[in-house]
């Protein structure tokens, strides 16, 4: 008997909780169409029968405190029908709209600084991070208005207000997906691109991949003029063939963390097992971030902290000088980055409440 007594109120309390949830998602909905925000409403019904709606609404409706990103309804004309009707699309969107906590938007940085935020967003398709970790979004202050940072088309926060647990942040436009690495650096649909044509004809075959697979990669990427002032003074030769610059190109990766302009300077080793240091200095950017190379400044990050499914990308305006290659001191890099880089603090709090893993017995004396 004892079994089901307890399987019934198990169930009970899902379906009790459940309730609550849609009570609290319908509440919601009223709320954000009150605003008007009607084309945002019919995006959260949409997802509402999906298994990563339910996932969002169940942490909305938690009571704790999360920030809700809704784009008015012009936005969502400029979104592809064909995106429009893609529940796969439209849940992940959902997910990238809504961030853990209460966003301190008088307190974002900065452009070129930024201020980093985590999402909800853990599609293992469009996220590749180290220890799971949720895809982060940014935002800057340019002038007077505060702007989610290196989106297609200028998007903006337009006001803020507040539903029970919910900071509820009116912008501009839908926020995009993070690309792939790999097709932020070739698709003409990022603008970027077209300043990083002369590094993709000079990559490796193969390493395009490795770049757009290997879990938190910071990638600083030299723009098409670097390449110029290299070849002009003779440290590129036009006429090698590509796999000579392999270690070149890996000692302008950080592999396995992540690293965002504005932040302190600070010794990494490089994908290719070499020190290269980042900080802050007088920077092109507007006193924004620089890279060093043994204690020099070598280069000013010109386009920074672009988001992408496993990492971060910066333009940099010179080719990094140094090819050589330590392939124990990047490995050893790595393994310390897994072993050090801890989950969002969603995952990390989760699973260790609901999956406690029973108590060791001690041995028999
Ligand atoms: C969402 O779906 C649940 C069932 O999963 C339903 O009870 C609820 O009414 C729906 N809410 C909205 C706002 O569509
Ligand atoms: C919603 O739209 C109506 C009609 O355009 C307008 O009168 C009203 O002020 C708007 N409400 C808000 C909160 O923007
Ligand atoms: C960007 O951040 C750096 C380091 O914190 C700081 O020195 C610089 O003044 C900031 N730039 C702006 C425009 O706020
Ligand atoms: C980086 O390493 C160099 C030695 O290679 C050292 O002089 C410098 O102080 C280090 N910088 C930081 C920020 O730790
Ligand atoms: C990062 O290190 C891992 C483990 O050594 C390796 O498999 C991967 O290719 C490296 N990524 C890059 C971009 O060098």
């Known amino acids: 008997m004892r079994p089901f007594v307890l399987l019934t109120a198990a169930a009970a309390l899902c379906s009790s909780s459940a309730l609550a949830q849609s009570t609290y998602v319908s509440g919601l909905t009223n709320y954000l169409n009150s605003l008007n925000l009607t084309s945002f409403t019919a995006v959260i019904d949409k997802v509402n029968g999906t298994a990563a709606g339910q996932n969002v609404f169940t942490r909305l409706a938690s009571g704790k405190p999360y920030t809700l990103l809704a784009p ?22 959902l997910a990238y709209h809504v961030i853990p906590g209460t966003l301190d938007i008088p ?57 029970q647990n919910l900071q509820v942040v009116i912008i501009s436009t839908v926020v995009d997906l993070p690309p792939a690495t790999s097709d932020l650096l070739t698709l003409a649909s990022y603008p970027q691109s077209q300043e990083l044509t002369t590094l993709v004809s000079l990559l490796p075959p193969s390493f395009l991949s490795t770049l757009s697979e290997s879990p938190s990669i910071t990638f600083f990427a030299p723009i ?15 006429s090698t063939s590509p796999s000579t610059y392999l270690s070149l190109f890996e000692n302008h990766i950080i592999n396995g963390t992540l ?33 060093y190379y043994r204690g020099e400044q070598v280069a000013n990050i010109v386009y920074g902290d672009i988001t992408t499914q496993n990492g971060v990308v910066h333009l940099i305006d010179v080719v990094l000088p140094n090819p050589a290659s330590n392939p124990a001191a990047a490995a050893s890099a790595y393994s310390v980055a897994v072993a050090t880089t801890t989950p969002s603090p969603l995952r990390r709090r989760t699973p260790s409440r609901l999956f406690k893993p029973p108590p060791v017995k001690a041995p028999p004396s």
């Open 224 to 238: 098409n003029q670097a390449f110029i002032d290299a070849r002009a003074a003779g440290r590129i030769d036009p």
């Open 259 to 291: 690293v965002y302009s504005g932040s302190p300077q600070k010794n990494y080793t490089s994908a290719g097992g070499q020190e290269v240091t980042v900080g802050t200095g007088g920077g092109k950017d507007g006193g924004g971030s620089v890279v």
């Open 107 to 163: 307190a974002i940085r900065t452009s070129p600084n930024h201020t980093v935020a985590y999402t909800l967003l853990t599609d293992p398709s469009l996220v590749h991070l180290l220890a799971g970790q949720s895809q982060y979004i940014q935002f800057t202050k340019i002038g007077g208005a505060t702007h989610i940072s290196n989106q297609n088309y200028p998007s903006v926060i337009i006001s803020t207000s507040t539903y």
């Open 72 to 93: 008015f309804n012009p936005a969502w004309s400029g979104v592809n029908p064909f995106f429009g009707d893609d529940i796969t699309w439209l849940g992940q969107t």
